[in-house]
């Protein structure tokens, strides 16, 4: 069955990086065009960025635009986000997801990975 | 940027009808779809393009549109259907995310 399973999260200091992953199962990874997306304790949902299958389209939100960079290894069938510059505010559980056709589409979710930044 | 706002809460009595509105500037042009996230859960997808309802989401799901207000309705809602309920779109490369609604069913 379909799986997406993010690692990677825990606890940061404001100003440092981490990178997320999000490992993905039973589907043709390489086909997908994969999100991230982010909630904060208690909050709503926010968009945090997304990349075509192939690669060659990437989009951000503007909150982490320029800190964060997402990626892929089809290879690996594996989905990245590098994390920069983290705020407080970027506190959240981390989402990916993914589509086949529309972009503007969650097919399949992973069950999120938790982010604190913290000093 | 833009926004969708929607509202934080909504009450409904089991077996009536709820409806939770999405308002935004750029909802007279690109469609909406809702998305139902339980506590603890990852989001699933209700509605898509206004008004469609993917196959497994039971009928008492619906959604309309007018102007730059969209609306998801649930008809004879049930204990289950509590849960935060959020409308997204897109516009130029850019996707947004509705404020949330809560919606408690008793």
């Known amino acids: 069955q379909v799986q997406l399973v993010e690692s990677g999260g825990g606890v940061v200091q404001p100003g440092r990086s981490l990178r997320l992953s999000c490992a993905a199962s039973?589907?043709?990874?390489?086909?997908?065009?994969m999100h991230w997306v982010r909630q904060a304790p208690g909050k709503g949902l926010e968009w945090v960025a997304v990349i075509s299958s192939d690669e060659n389209k990437k989009h951000y939100g503007d909150s982490v635009k320029g800190r964060f960079t997402i990626s892929r290894d089809n290879s690996k069938n594996t989905l990245y986000l590098q994390m920069n510059s983290l705020r407080v505010e970027d506190t959240a559980v981390y989402y990916c997801?993914?589509?086949?056709?529309?972009?503007?589409?969650?097919?399949?979710w992973g069950q999120g990975t938790l982010v604190t930044v913290s000093s | 940027s833009y926004e969708l706002t929607q509202p934080s809460s909504v009450s409904v009595s089991p077996g009536q009808t709820a409806r939770i509105t999405c308002s935004g500037d750029?909802?007279?042009?690109?469609?909406v779809r809702w998305l139902q996230q339980k506590p603890g859960q990852a989001p699933i997808l209700v509605i898509y393009?206004?008004?469609q309802r993917p196959s497994g989401i039971p009928e008492r799901f619906s959604g309309s549109s007018s102007g730059t207000t969209v609306t998801l309705t649930i008809s004879g809602a049930r204990l289950e259907d509590e849960a935060d309920y959020y409308c997204?779109?897109?516009?130029?490369?850019?996707?947004?995310f509705g404020t949330g609604t809560k919606v408690t069913v008793l």
């Open positions: 393009k206004d008004r």
């Open positions: 997801a993914s589509y086949l056709v529309d972009w503007v589409s969650f097919d399949y």
């Open positions: 997204y779109s897109a516009a130029d490369n850019n996707l947004v």
């Open positions: 750029i909802l007279g042009i690109k469609s």
């Open positions: 039973g589907f043709t990874f390489s086909s997908y065009g």
